[in-house]
Nanobody, 122 residues
Framework: QVQLVESGGGLVQPGGSLRLSCRAS????????MAWYRQAPGKQRELVAS???????NYADSVKGRFTISRDNAPIAEYLQMNSLTPEDTAVYYC????????????????WGQGTLVTVSS
C-alpha cells in the first residue's frame, strides 16, 4: 500500500511563510510527477505546483514568485515553501502523486494525501 502524508499546515498572518511537507511511504520503487493541490471553501480543487521526477516545475499563476516546490527522491518526499501568504491562500492543501511503482510490482495512479489546512488570517 502507498500513502502520502502531509504536514506543516497551520495558522499564519498575512505576509508570513509556511513550509508544507509530504512524505511518501510504502516500499515505493519509483514515483513520477508529484504536485500540490489546494481547495478553498466553496471552490474547486486547483493545481498549485507540480514537479517531475527530474525536477521540472510548474506553478499556478497565482503563486508564481511566492511558492517554491521541491522534492527528494530518497526517501521520497516533496515540499512547498510558501512565502508572502495572503488570505486568498487559505485552503486545504493536498499532496498528489501521478504514478507510483511499488516494489511488489503493483502500480498506482493518482494517489492523494489526506490534506493539511493552511489558514492565513490576522
Amino acid at each position: 500500500q502507498v500513502q502520502l502524508v502531509e504536514s506543516g499546515g497551520g495558522l499564519v498572518q498575512p505576509g508570513g511563510s509556511l513550509r508544507l511537507s509530504c512524505r511518501a511511504s510504502g516500499s515505493i520503487r519509483r514515483l513520477s510527477t508529484m504536485a500540490w493541490y489546494r481547495q478553498a471553501p466553496g471552490k474547486q480543487r486547483e493545481l498549485v505546483a507540480s514537479i517531475t521526477s527530474d525536477g521540472r516545475t510548474n506553478y499556478a499563476d497565482s503563486v508564481k514568485g511566492r511558492f517554491t516546490i521541491s522534492r527528494d527522491n530518497a526517501p521520497i518526499a516533496e515540499y512547498l515553501q510558501m512565502n508572502s501568504l495572503t488570505p486568498e491562500d487559505t485552503a486545504v492543501y493536498y499532496c498528489y502523486a501521478d504514478e507510483v511503482w511499488h516494489y511488489t510490482g503493483h502500480f498506482y495512479r493518482e494517489v492523494w494525501g489526506q490534506g493539511t489546512l493552511v489558514t492565513v488570517s490576522s
